[in-house]
């Protein structure tokens, strides 16, 4: 383990020694309550999107279908932001199947990434609401982008000198996830500037790099 | 395992073929979380329903027993919607029991299904909103039938080429599962146009065939 | 199990027959999935009785300070629905404990429940928002009989006949387990007419009795 | 266990006896039920800080911008909080992975704990619609201290009498617990006075302690 990345264990190393030995041989419940923590996270963040899709107030029933068709900013942001969230669960999913020890740092890294995707629904209904204004395609494209990088960064600790992952993982295999993990957060950077002067473009990159992305990283 | 069905599979085979493998024998670990991350999803789903129950704005202490009577739609699209949620996830709930690998695509296909789940709330919201008008009532009947067929989506999938399922599951029992995941999407579909021309008559419809349909279908 | 009573079995018998059998041996996984969604269901309840606090629009930074205090009904409202809903998470989880199989009726009698359980957000919102007036009070303890109800319902499901217990359940212990079943429901009901004549009556006793209640009942 | 501390067993103890007994052997499936109902509020309430940051109903596309920037307050209680609510997750994580067996007091004061940690999204909108007004942060300040208070209170009793952590949870270890689970609430409750005359002073302190007390304790 790491002992200078995990503060935690500095001071109190004294008090939290036994029972943490021990957690070694029952690691998995540990893991377990974090996973269950994040699942929930993810699973509340993507369900929480719909709250962003609502017809204008002074709607009424002669109007209701032309507000159901003019709200369609509000569907695309809304599979848009269901469809980047999917993805950082299947990654965290396929992450946290090869890592068999948790400390700290890693809690409070994972931490980071909830934070991040639990903000998502805002930049989402602020893209909903003003579509086409630069400010809320930049708005989105930082958001992801933060997101992306702290799911590397947890992926790069535990990978790294924290040595968290099951021994049988090679090195190659490591190398190839440490690198696509970087692929999200640098194609979502390189989106801030077009969704600066054409966030229409930066909206279609997103939506149509997306079936691809799948096919050529995680 | 299905190689042309599973794109993520295609070019990091390299990468992620050693864990993988791994996993077909731990699978029921895979798999608990993709049924964790669903569990949450359907519960949302069905709670955050109870937001569509609200008092118009100028309700006040004298006239709140005439608001409550008066927004009956509002209880009745709750029921409904929650009934309908509801029987998505015994569906899932039965189908899962028999799976027991998964893969790329059954996981987006079962995101899929998610997408649309956690999407009810909204049609809800319009139908409870505006009862008794044609285009709240196609929009509900459109949404369940695109439910209910990717809940079918990923039953067909896993029933198919993949072969996910149980090794002991008969030939005839995956024909008569197939041929019953149609049944929901194809009642809805048919609603559609009812609901355009005769929006009591569909909801009518939707909540009375409900308890038959329960013993003809799972 | 009982035939009558689970109308999923009645037509399509021979397609469900073989899981299900296999399943009596991995009966925990069903209900593992069952209990899953009723905790995300519960949880997100009481998480959600948050939101029914709010403060008035026209608050301002000068007149935080009274609207804070103002809102107190909505403070006690949080806090006994809170309780309400913990307690019939805490029969939940005592008669789950004893419960060793499961069927489409217990899986539909436990939708019911949670179907009310998820309602009580909104009784909580109009007792918040409109303390004292017999309408919401009425409300509120017509819909917490409900749920009483549907609790005692499942219970004496899995009790009675379809006989879903553990066997070493005593018979006088089941007998003491449904009787206590009833005290729930059969309080607030007879709060019903309190709480039309004498709203913070009912109020009181609604809180008052809790502590008590806890002695003598589950 | 604690016979005297826990009313549940008082009348009925004829009835839940048999059950409870064999529970001792499988603890783990009621602790479970108590993390996964615990996990839940938990996770909603980190996910329910964000429908606290919301732009103001004058807000269109050309004063998106402007607006963006505006609820600085807003990001900044999101951030706090979500911090906050980590904490006393990992904080209850650690707890209970130490204990092993559970009783209804256990329950009840987990349940109090929830309460507060359900509660704190309904400050934080406080805080960040009303920065450097007192009664915010007075409200804020008092919210977190109670918090902190029900978090040492579940702790105290798992330790104390009640005897229901691992045999071999040494005895310094446990006084370590004790005395650092003190440390949130007492840093809090200073802090109220703070926050009544200098808010954003209060402010600065809640924020930038929380680094170092990372450090300092759990």
Aim: aromatic residues 12%; contains cysteine; glycine residues 6%.
């Amino acid at each position: 383990m790491d002992l200078l990345g995990d503060p935690v264990r500095k001071l109190p190393d004294r008090v939290w020694r036994l029972p943490r030995q021990e957690d070694d041989e029952t690691a998995g419940d540990g893991i377990g309550r974090i996973l269950a923590l994040s699942d929930g996270v993810f699973a509340i963040a993507l369900t929480l999107l719909i709250l962003d899709i609502v017809l204008p107030v002074k709607t009424n029933d002669d109007n209701l279908e032309q507000a159901l068709l003019h709200i369609w900013p509000r569907y695309f942001a809304y599979v848009l932001s269901f469809l980047v969230i999917a993805r950082f669960w299947v990654i965290h999913h396929q992450t946290f199947r090869l890592i068999i020890r948790d400390n700290a740092t890693l809690v409070w890294l994972n931490f980071l990434l909830l934070l991040f995707i639990a903000f998502l629904p805002f930049p989402t209904a602020v893209l909903g609401a003003h579509e086409g204004v630069p400010a809320a395609a930049v708005l989105y494209a930082v958001a992801v982008c933060l997101t992306g990088a702290s799911s590397a960064a947890y992926l790069w600790y535990a990978t790294g000198r924290a040595n968290l992952m099951q021994p049988d993982v090679r090195r190659g295999q490591i190398r190839a996830m440490r690198a696509r993990s970087m692929s999200g957060p640098v194609f979502f950077a390189l989106t801030v500037p077009v969704a600066a002067f054409a966030p229409y473009v930066a909206e279609a990159l997103w939506i149509f790099v997306f079936p691809l992305a799948r096919m050529s990283f995680v």
